[in-house]
């Protein structure tokens, strides 16, 4: 009996320690210094603990009435702890209705024009957009033409990194064309093969779908689920103009698609922890290229089966793709306005494509991030244009929601000269993907006093206000 409880002690330690070790070393090789070394430490005290055990056991003292209770009460309480973090405790019904559960009141839909970008990158002034839309919306004007007067949108003037940031920029730059390449018509919105041209293959909903995200995965996707389309989520009118076709502002966005199949890339974890300098925008970029890389594939891969399809992605969109995200059961939307989701959490971009095949649509999932952000609010006290809320969901276009204010977001990305990523950065959801960071997103997801748990460690293993990381060598500006 004594040395069936002994073994199970010895499990008991040794498994914390094991993870300590490991936690330790991909610290290290995640470069967070910090991390390592309270990593080590925790280490370290479970390796005394199991030193301790064995040596006691050796000194006969388990043999002893009291050595035996301080064996099982051991036993009992760690075996407590263990089902204390790890039971299902602390589900939202709410996110599991995705959008709707969100909605408290009248949405309206979103006007592309209103988007800052489009306020600011697309419409000139003396045009006659111009001219429209200020008459339309005269609240913006003398905001968007001070912030004009200022040096305009994003990487003018200069960068963050000056002057040393140039081979940084060449390589944003360079993946930044590729979806603007793939943004004319018939890129997005694609004709089948001449092969194909008129013919329909017959697929069963479940065979579709089978086969649209084996092959989104196959060409690079992370993460991929279907939802039918919200109409609310589709833009009202065309606000982003990059091809001169002018035609096309304002005009109001019709779409007959049934579903959306949205996908997830993750942001690679060493470019996005320099945030705010340059080589996060490298990976930004990256994966905007991969979004619209994979967006247009498949959209031309459903119009060769006969059926239409419009890959929405960062030089063409018809829909929000972070409520469809959240429909398609991709994750929930965090405090910082973005997906998040449970494996990497808001260290991805989104990409979709519209369709009318017909799909077996996902449910939306709760990986208990509404919980989890209420008591974080990292990302809101490391923003440094305060643009994140510190306060709780209010309701916004008859949605609970937490509202990113986009025009400060944006003028801080003016001034540096980068996308920023500073909330993407800081966030504990946002860590790499080794095994640790895995168990513990496991358990945030289970058990709301995990969350609690998690969120204090995450301040004491990284800092309430982490610094940004070295880049890789062969992004380095210095
Ligand atoms: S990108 Fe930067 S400025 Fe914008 S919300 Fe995030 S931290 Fe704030
Ligand atoms: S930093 Fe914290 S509050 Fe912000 S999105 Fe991440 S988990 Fe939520």
């Known amino acids: 009996m004594e040395s069936i409880l002994f073994s199970l002690a010895a499990v008991v330690v040794i498994i914390p320690a094991i993870v300590g070790l490991s ?39 388990f043999k002893t009435g009291f050595g035996l209770a301080v064996l099982i009460l051991g036993i009992i309480l760690a075996f407590g702890l263990c089902v204390f973090l790890t039971k299902k405790i602390g589900s939202n019904p709410r996110a599991l209705e995705g959008t709707e559960g969100l909605m408290v009141g009248s949405v309206q839909r979103n006007d592309e024009r209103d988007i800052v970008f489009a306020r600011n990158r697309t419409i000139r002034p003396g045009t006659k957009q111009y001219q429209t839309y200020y008459e339309m919306r005269p609240e913006y004007q003398q905001f968007d033409t001070a912030r004009r007067e200022k040096g305009g ?30 943004s004319t018509e018939e890129k997005f919105n694609p004709p089948a093969h001449p092969e ?17 995200k084996g092959f989104v995965l196959n060409v690079g996707a992370n993460l991929v689920g279907i939802t039918e389309i919200n109409p609310l989520w589709i833009y009202s009118n ?14 109001q966005i019709e779409l007959n698609h049934k579903y959306a199949v949205v996908f997830a890339t993750e942001m690679a ?28 594939q498949l959209a031309a891969c459903i119009a060769n089966l006969g059926y239409s399809a419009t890959a929405n992605h960062l030089r063409h969109y018809d829909a929000v793709l972070v409520p469809l995200a959240v429909d398609a059961g991709l994750g929930e939307t965090g405090r910082l ?18 369709t009318n095949l017909p799909l077996i649509p996902d449910k939306p999932i709760d990986i ?46 003016g001034k540096v000269g980068t996308d920023c990523n500073i909330c993407m950065r800081v966030c504990p959801w946002s860590h790499a993907t080794s095994l640790p960071h895995k168990l513990i997103r496991i358990l945030i997801v289970r058990n709301r006093f995990s969350r609690r748990l998690f969120n204090l460690m995450d301040n004491i293993f990284y800092g309430k206000k982490p610094k940004p990381k070295p880049a890789p060598q062969w992004a380095r500006y210095d």
């Open 23 to 61: 936690y330790f070393i991909s610290s290290i090789r995640e470069k967070e210094m910090r991390a390592a070394f309270f990593a080590g430490v925790q280490f370290l005290f479970m390796l005394g603990l199991v030193i301790l055990l064995f040596y006691l056991e050796a000194a006969g003292f």
């Open 153 to 182: 949108p994003l990487g003018h003037p200069g960068t963050i990194d000056k002057p040393k940031d140039r081979p940084n920029v060449a390589a944003t730059m360079a993946s930044l064309s590729i979806p603007l390449h793939l």
């Open 196 to 212: 194909f041209k008129g013919q329909r293959v017959e697929l069963s909903p479940e065979s579709a779908t089978s086969r649209v």
């Open 238 to 251: 065309r606000g982003e103009i990059f091809h001169e076709n002018w035609e096309d502002w304002g005009r």
């Open 269 to 296: 974890f060493e470019l996005v922890g320099t945030a705010p300098q340059t080589p996060t925008t490298i990976a930004s970029m990256g994966n905007y290229a991969k979004g619209a890389f994979i967006g247009t």
């Open 337 to 354: 306005g973005y997906l998040m989701t449970k494996d990497y959490g808001s260290r991805v971009r989104l990409g979709a494509v519209t």
């Open 368 to 413: 208990g991030a509404e919980d989890f952000c209420r008591i974080c609010k990292k990302c809101a006290n490391c923003c440094p244009s305060n643009s994140i809320p510190l306060e709780d969901q209010k309701e916004v276009n008859g949605t609970l929601r937490w509202k990113l204010n986009a025009e400060t977001c944006f003028d801080y990305w």
